[in-house]
Every structure is written in structure tokens, then in C-alpha cells.
């Protein structure tokens, strides 16, 4: 497959030879005309550790090195993007340098923001979370060093000749000896795309991928090639794509026992000390056990139950038994994976994530609670906001949105919700267990995830409590794995359009032009109609904002010389504005006059615009974390769902409402810029995308201040026309997303006015100013509280005197009550409780509140909630409960007679039986 792609002149000029590897089969280049393997696991082991094959190199400085290298060789160095994927809608977490461009300039959409570029990438992939800590080289967080070009025909950047000698190059740079490298063939496909693709490999270890990016599944009228059975064609764009893992390059330049060793050298030692396992450090047989791990960890997939073998085989090669082996190796798993999952967290809340159950959000919180676990497995003396503010300041906290003290507060609220979690989750567990039991069934694994995902139970955990109650289960060793790929793509499938049986329709009419955007004050045009189907017409031209981005449609009407119809709703589809009308008496080529509701659109405006300065405003109090999680936009209200760790005080939102209002006053004036994606980016950053990302290669920008958005909503021309904002209501409507009801301009007013009428007529009937209504109300709510203790216990009084005046009958030596006492269901209770203790039954009924029936017994023979089931069916109602209380209702008060004689029907059968 792709043979030819491969026959390349840098490895002719250069002396490289195509051999077969003896061991697997693939087709390598080497400068060694004696090699006969690939170089690639497992065919080969680790030769780097204790024997480094680069100069040694701190993280920094391998990075530094990279860049300064690419930068020397035509490159432009670029900043790194946020873990968090905000500018695509398919994945939430970056998890390659070529994500970055993905979906718009691979595309070619979009122009790169430099070509040739080169960038360090911090990456997170969480499909190998087990294997963290545990193989010596896995890591949830890594850094992709990267160079990339992107080839048209007209602009040739370089291709693979010039990428393989800039890959030779650096290795060389480092003090690699290209002689030992080899170039292993691999062709790379997925997503749609193809292409040629070589590993690097040094050392026994992969520490780059070359892939050459030209083919894609979209049919281009080129000739097709076969890969995996499937058509590929030759793209116009040719991206040259690459990841070089600054962690591998780190550690074979520092020839550790683990790839962790080398990335991390401070944070191990602190997370040992602490643990009081200072005796780890620096010993040279716990040194060669761990390096001996590493090695055969390369050799083989440590996945699942094959752990056990790769710990048997270190156990045979160290002469020393299996359970001694995992009493050294266990907890350094633990503080090796700990140190990764802190400096994963470090980038995740440092790039403004919110742990959450959804999400980004989800994933950082999955991450989090296993690094509370692995803490307290470890007994460490530490607090896990100091351990990720750590590697923040070892990465640089510049490098970071986020502020540390928020960092620090977020952390501490999940380690409060996680013992809570645990305390309730445990009792959830015991009675899924118990249920399983009885069922004489395992419990199978989608009961697990849910017991994981509904409740946050970790694994661990789950499996000890599940093991108490006697169930029997099985959860993979890679659970968390499993876990994290459910969650790591967003695969939400999008409605079908009701606008799809129209399709072929839309497609032959001319692009409407979006007058909203050119004339946004104006409330009257004139257009031509275009085409007209199932009550929907298409004008060349309109002044109606069709429904998107939560913000509904406009209403007006069209109007000609000799009709007027109404428009009820506005679409789009495309580049299409299709208007729906109630009446169709148009034609074709008719010319019209669009009439707008002008209050309509003035509100919507106002509420739009107020959501952009309450989101700013929300920033501005909460911290730069505040993401728009919706928002949903109506005439007399509006909304807008924020993310936020923790629920917002009455002082927080007041401070919002203020700053809100504030930005109003100062009137700023409401800039909005059709703008390259790639330099809007680049100027304010990924928080550009609030509602969604847009698609194109232009985004529309509207800027308001500080707050910058790409938007395509209708907006105020400043913001001193929103008029008052005021927020009516906060809720907090799922874990991590607060929700704000606001309104704004005149429906403020309206809103204001009905809370000021409230006020007065509270204050007129209580009889007293509005500014005394609080003590007032206090003062009367105190008094009410007082009064009904009293009523509670002239309550207890009455039920003590009925209980002293009701004499029941003997049925087999057994205090029998049957009676309709008229008193309030809670006295009725109190009564049968009372018989029920004295080893009685009581079947009684009232009609004070509506038909009511209390059941007691305090016999084993007697069921309350079958009995008190049984007499409401008489009544023609239900009821249930315990077997020692129940309590029902009845709809017919002319049985009551017949439902006190089979109520002791019921009880004399069971009792005299």
C-alpha cells in the first residue's frame, strides 16, 4: 500500500537502504546495511536507558531546542493552543498539534497562521489512562512538538524529501547519531484522510511520526487510490504533519528508568518524601526494577490482564517474587501516574476548564478524582491544589489564563464533592450488589459505567463494595480507558432540517443578501420575490433576521400595491432566507415592501446585547473561566447558562447586574467586523467562540468593549440603547452550568414595575410602608411559627384525647381499631401509630382534608400497605406504604360504611387464619 510514495531522494542521495524487518514484516530505511530489524517495539528493546543517545536535556530546554532548530530552518514559531478544543465542535480536548487547523485550514478554508510554522502542542489523550504511570512512557498530558506545511500547487512549501532532512537534521542537532535511525513505512489513515507516513525510531523508541497528508475520501476527479479498501483521492491541499514527542525526546536524552523520571525530577522527590517513601530515591535497585519494567513494558501491550505478565516477567529477571516486585512497583505507579495527572490538571484548569458532568468539563473531573484516590492510597501528606499550582509555576503560570487562586478553589470544592460523592455513592453500590445477588446474576459492566458515570464511584472502590455484598462482576483493567473514550468526542447527532425536502429547491436560488447586517436600524426594504413553495418565500434580498443562535426570528409583514401578507417566521438554509407566511397570495417577481415588527426586533437587539455585557460582566466577577454554555433570547425575557465551578452568591450577582449596567452607561459603541478566523484567533483568542463555532473562512466579530465574540446576531449600534438590565432569577440548572433569567431595555422596565407592584400591595395588606415590609414580614413570619408550634400541640392534645376515648375490639387476643375519626390526616397518623405500638391494628378513616385512610399495625400478621390498599379501592382511590404504616386517599365518601366492614374482613381473615 503506498509502496512508491516511499522511493524518496533524500533516501537515495543520502545512502539510507529499504530492508524487511526479519521480526514483523515492515519496510524500513536505514543508513545500517547490516540491520535486520525495524527498530520498532517490540522488535526491539530499549537500548537508551542508563545509555543516553542525545545530550542531555531538561523539558524546557529539549523544548527550546526544537523550536530554535525549526525556527533556524525557515519556520515560524507559533504559541501553543488551549487544551481545551473550543474552536471545534467534533472533540473537547486537543489531542494533536494538527488539531490546531483542523477543521478550517486542512480544509483549506482557511489559510495557516504562518507556513512553513513550528509549535510545542500540549496534547491530552486519555484513551491510555491505565497504562499511565504503570508502562514508563504513557502520559494523559504530552507535548507534540510539531513542524507543519501546507502545499498548494501554486505555493509549494516542501515536502517529504526536505521533511525527512529536517528530521535527520535535528536528531543530529542533539547529538543523535543518524546512523542508529531508522525510518519505518506506516501509512496513515482516518477522519476522511490518507496519506504516506513514517515512525521514526531511535533507540528502540518512536519519537516521532512523519505522516504526508494528500489524500482524502472526497472524490476530486483524480484517479483513486485503494487504501483498506476504500477510495482515496489526491487533495488540492498537501500538509506535511508532524509529531515529535518532546517527553520521549526528553528521556532518551536523559537515559532514566522511566519516561517520568526525566519529565518530572522535582515533583517525584516531593510526592515520595511525603509519602514517606524517601528509601525510593536514588536507589540503584529500585532504579534497575523500574527500568527493567519500562523495557519490557516497551516490548509488549500491557493492557488488560497482560499487567500480570509483564510483573511476572521483571519479577523472573530480578530473581526476586511476584508480591515483593508489586510492593516496590505499585506505589511508584501510583506517584509516577500522580505526577502526570497533576501537570494534566495543571493544563486543563489552567486553559479555563470547569470540571462538570459534561464535556471538557466530565473529563477533567475524571482525571481529578483519580488523582484523589491515588493520593489517598498513597497517604500523602499534601493538598492537591498545592501539587497542580506546582507544575503550573514549573510550566510558567504566564502560560496560563487561569488565575492560581481559582485553580486552588475549584480543586478544594471537587475534593468536597468527592467525599460526599463517595458517601452517598457507597450506599448506591451496596443495593446494586444486594439487587444482583438476589438476582443470582453478575453485575454486568453497563451497570458498572452507570454506577461510574451517574454516581462517581472509582473503580477501585466500586469492585471492594461490590465484593462485600457477595456479587459477582468483572471490571477491565482498562475501566477508566473505556470510560474516558465515551466521553472524549462530541457525538451529538445534529436534527434533521424540516428544510431537507427542499434541498435540491434551495440549492438553484441565488444567495439572499442579509440586509440585517447592512442597514440594522432600518425596519422597512423593498425586494423582489424570487421563488415561492409550501407558504415559504425567498426575496433577493431582506431586512428579517431568520432564527439561529438562540436568538428567534423577526415578524413583520409583506406588502404589495394590491396584498399584504404576514410573516410569521424566518429561516435560513445555506445561504438561503426563507420567509414563512400564513397566506401565500404572492407570486413570483412581484416587488414588495418588508415591513418589520419594529418592538419585536428592538427587543431581541436589546436582549442579545445584554448578553454579551452580563457574560463580561459574569468574567469580570467570576473569573475567565465563565463560558457560555447556551443562551435563549424572547421579547419580554431572556437567558444565558454559564459555566462555573461553584453555585453564584446573591452578592456575585449583584455585582454582575451592576457591572452590566455600568457597561451601558458608558455606551460603548457596538463594533462589528467581517474578519479572517485565523487573525481573529490569533488577536482575542478562543473565547471568541461562545455560541457555537461558525463555519467559514470569514467569522463575523462583534465587539462591545472588553467583550469580543463571533456572533451573528442582530445587536444595539452602542450599548447605552440596551437600557436597564436586570436579572430576575438565578438557577442552577446541572452540575457546573449556573442559569440567568434577565431582561433588558423597556421589558426591564416592565419587570421592575411588576416587582414594585408586588411590594405595594404586600405592603398595603399587611398595612405598613414598603421600607418596613422586611421587618414587618419577619415579624409576622416569627408569629405564624410560634402559632403553629402552639397548633402542634393542641394537635397532640387532641390525638392523645381521641387515642384515650377510642375503644377498640378483640380479634384473637389482638387490640383491633376501626373507625372514622375526623380529624386531620397528620392527628390520624399520631392516633395509629400510637395503637400500632401498643401491638394493635388501626384501620382508620377521615373526611376532615378529603377522604383520607391510615393504616398501623403492630402484628406481624398485618400489612398495613395491603390493607390500607385494599380499603381505598372500596373508596375508589389508592394507597400504600410500609408494613407497619401506610396511608391512602378515596374519591367516594358514600362508601366509607362499607369500607370500615371490609377493612375488618380483611384483618379478622388474617388474624383468626
Known amino acids: 500500500m503506498l509502496e512508491n510514495e516511499y522511493q524518496l531522494e533524500y533516501f537515495k542521495e543520502n545512502g539510507f537502504v529499504r530492508k524487511i524487518c526479519k521480526k514483523c514484516g515492515s519496510a524500513f530505511w536505514t543508513l545500517d546495511p547490516n540491520r535486520e530489524i525495524c527498530g520498532d517495539a517490540p522488535c526491539e528493546p530499549y537500548q537508551f536507558i542508563g545509555n543516553p543517545i542525545f545530550k542531555k536535556h531538561s523539558l524546557t530546554e529539549m523544548r ?17 493552543y488551549p487544551v481545551a478544543a473550543r474552536w471545534r465542535d467534533d472533540i473537547y480536548l486537543t489531542i494533536a498539534s494538527i488539531a490546531d487547523f483542523q477543521p478550517f485550514v486542512t480544509s483549506g478554508v482557511c489559510p495557516p497562521p504562518a507556513n512553513p510554522l513550528t509549535i510545542s502542542q500540549p496534547c491530552i489523550r486519555l484513551n491510555d489512562l491505565d497504562n499511565v504511570g504503570r508502562s514508563g512512557r504513557h502520559f494523559t498530558c504530552f507535548e507534540m512538538m510539531a513542524h507543519h506545511a501546507f502545499n498548494t500547487d501554486e505555493k509549494p512549501i516542501y515536502w517529504k524529501d526536505r521533511c525527512l532532512e529536517l528530521c535527520s537534521g535535528f536528531v543530529e542537532s542533539l ?32 519519537v516521532a511520526t512523519l505522516v504526508f497528508m494528500n489524500l482524502s475520501r472526497k472524490n476530486s476527479g483524480k484517479p483513486p487510490v485503494s487504501i483498506d479498501g476504500k477510495d482515496y483521492y489526491e487533495m488540492p491541499l498537501r500538509i506535511v504533519d508532524t509529531g515529535y514527542g518532546l517527553e520521549r525526546f526528553t528521556w532518551a536524552s536523559c537515559g532514566t528508568p522511566t519516561a517520568y523520571d526525566a519529565v518530572f525530577p522535582e515533583m517525584i522527590p516531593r510526592i515520595l518524601t511525603s509519602a514517606g517513601m524517601e528509601d525510593r530515591l536514588e536507589n540503584p535497585e529500585v532504579e534497575r526494577i523500574l527500568g527493567l519494567n519500562a523495557k519490557f513494558a516497551g516490548l509488549m501491550d500491557i493492557r488488560g490482564e497482560k499487567i500480570r505478565d509483564l510483573r511476572q516477567q521483571v519479577a523472573d529477571a530480578t530473581n526476586i517474587s511476584l508480591a515483593k516486585l508489586e510492593e516496590i512497583i505499585v506505589p511508584m505507579e501510583s506517584v509516577y501516574a500522580l505526577c502526570d495527572h497533576t501537570r494534566c490538571l495543571a493544563y486543563m484548569l489552567g486553559d479555563l476548564i470547569v470540571p462538570s458532568n459534561v464535556r ?40 496560563f489564563e487561569q488565575d492560581e487562586a481559582i485553580v486552588r478553589h475549584i480543586i478544594n470544592r471537587e475534593v468536597e464533592k468527592y467525599d460526599t460523592t463517595i458517601e452517598r455513592g457507597t450506599r448506591t453500590v451496596q443495593r446494586v450488589g444486594q439487587n444482583y445477588v438476589k438476582k443470582n446474576e ?57 428544510l431537507a425536502k427542499y434541498a435540491d429547491r434551495i440549492a438553484k436560488i441565488p444567495e439572499t443578501r442579509k440586509s440585517f447586517y447592512e442597514r440594522p436600524a432600518d425596519m422597512e426594504f423593498d425586494a423582489t420575490v424570487l421563488d415561492i413553495f409550501d407558504n415559504y418565500v425567498v426575496l433577493d434580498a431582506t431586512l428579517f433576521y431568520p432564527e439561529g443562535g438562540g436568538q428567534p426570528s423577526d415578524t413583520g409583514m409583506l406588502v404589495t400595491k394590491s396584498t399584504m401578507v404576514r410573516v410569521d417566521e424566518v429561516v435560513k438554509s445555506e445561504n438561503v ?125 462583534v465587539q462591545m468593549g472588553a467583550e469580543v465574540q463571533a456572533c451573528a446576531g442582530t445587536h444595539c449600534q452602542c450599548t447605552g440603547e440596551i437600557g436597564p438590565i436586570k436579572i430576575l432569577k438565578l438557577e442552577h440548572i446541572q452540575d457546573g452550568v449556573e442559569r440567568i433569567e434577565f431582561a433588558a431595555g423597556f421589558a426591564a422596565l416592565d419587570a421592575m414595575q411588576h416587582i414594585q407592584n408586588l411590594l405595594n400591595t404586600s405592603a398595603d395588606t399587611l398595612s405598613v410602608q414598603t421600607e418596613n415590609l422586611p421587618g414587618s414580614v419577619e415579624r409576622f413570619f416569627t408569629e405564624w411559627k410560634e402559632q403553629r408550634k402552639e397548633i402542634e400541640k393542641l394537635r397532640a392534645k387532641i390525638a392523645e384525647l381521641e387515642l384515650s376515648r377510642i375503644e377498640g375490639i378483640d380479634i384473637s387476643g389482638v387490640e383491633v381499631v376501626i373507625k372514622q375519626i ?67 386517599a378515596g374519591t367516594d365518601p358514600s362508601a366509607v360504611g362499607k369500607a370500615l366492614l371490609k377493612a375488618e374482613s380483611v384483618i379478622r381473615t388474617a388474624l383468626e387464619s
Not at 546512523?179 to 482516518?190: A, I, V
Open 360 to 399: 471538557e468539563g466530565y473529563l477533567a473531573r475524571l482525571v481529578l478524582r483519580r488523582s484523589i484516590r491515588m493520593m489517598q492510597d498513597l497517604k500523602l501528606d499534601e493538598d492537591l491544589g498545592d501539587l497542580v499550582v506546582s507544575q503550573m509555576k514549573t510550566i510558567g503560570l504566564t502560560n
Open 175 to 206: 547529538g543523535g547519531n543518524i546512523f542508529d535511525l531508522t525510518y519505518k513505512e506506516n501509512p496513515w489513515f482516518g477522519g476522511g484522510n490518507a496519506g504516506a507516513s513514517v515512525e521514526v525510531l531511535m533507540g528502540g523508541l518512536e
Open 822 to 888: 375526623d380529624v386531620s390526616r397528620k392527628e390520624l397518623v399520631t392516633v395509629a401509630g400510637k395503637i400500632a405500638e401498643r401491638g394493635g391494628v388501626a384501620l382508620l378513616i377521615t373526611t376532615a382534608d378529603g377522604l383520607g385512610v391510615v393504616a398501623s399495625s403492630g402484628n406481624g400478621r398485618i400489612y398495613a400497605g395491603k390493607l390500607v390498599g385494599e380499603v381505598c379501592a372500596e373508596l375508589g382511590g389508592k394507597g400504600g406504604g410500609k408494613e407497619n404504616l401506610a396511608q391512602g
Open 442 to 498: 453478575p453485575v454486568p459492566l453497563t451497570e458498572l459505567i452507570t454506577l461510574y458515570d451517574s454516581h462517581g464511584i472509582p473503580v477501585d472502590l466500586m469492585g471492594k463494595i461490590l465484593k462485600e455484598t457477595g456479587a459477582a462482576f468483572e471490571i477491565p483493567d482498562d475501566f477508566d480507558s473505556q470510560i474516558a473514550d465515551m466521553h472524549s468526542e462530541n457525538e451529538t447527532e445534529k436534527p434533521v432540517s424540516p
Open 577 to 701: 432566507i426563507l420567509h414563512k407566511v400564513r397566506e401565500n397570495t404572492l407570486k413570483r417577481g412581484d416587488r414588495v415592501k418588508g415591513v418589520l415588527d419594529e418592538d419585536r426586533r428592538w427587543a431581541l437587539m436589546r436582549h442579545h446585547s445584554a448578553t454579551h455585557m452580563l457574560l463580561r460582566a459574569a468574567k469580570e466577577v467570576l473569573g475567565p473561566h465563565v463560558h457560555q454554555a447556551g443562551s435563549q433570547l424572547s421579547t419580554d425575557v431572556a437567558r444565558l447558562d454559564v459555566r462555573h465551578y461553584t453555585h453564584i452568591t446573591p452578592e456575585e450577582l449583584k455585582q454582575i447586574e451592576t457591572i452590566a449596567n455600568r457597561l451601558v452607561m458608558e455606551n460603548l459603541p457596538a463594533m462589528v467586523k467581517i474578519e479572517n478566523r485565523v487573525k481573529a484567533e490569533q488577536k482575542f483568542g478562543f473565547a471568541l467562540y461562545q455560541g457555537g463555532v461558525p463555519p467559514g473562512k470569514d467569522i463575523r466579530v
Open 64 to 80: 527550546e531546542a526544537y523550536l530554535s532548530f525549526f525556527e533556524r530552518h525557515g519556520h515560524t514559531r507559533i504559541n501553543r
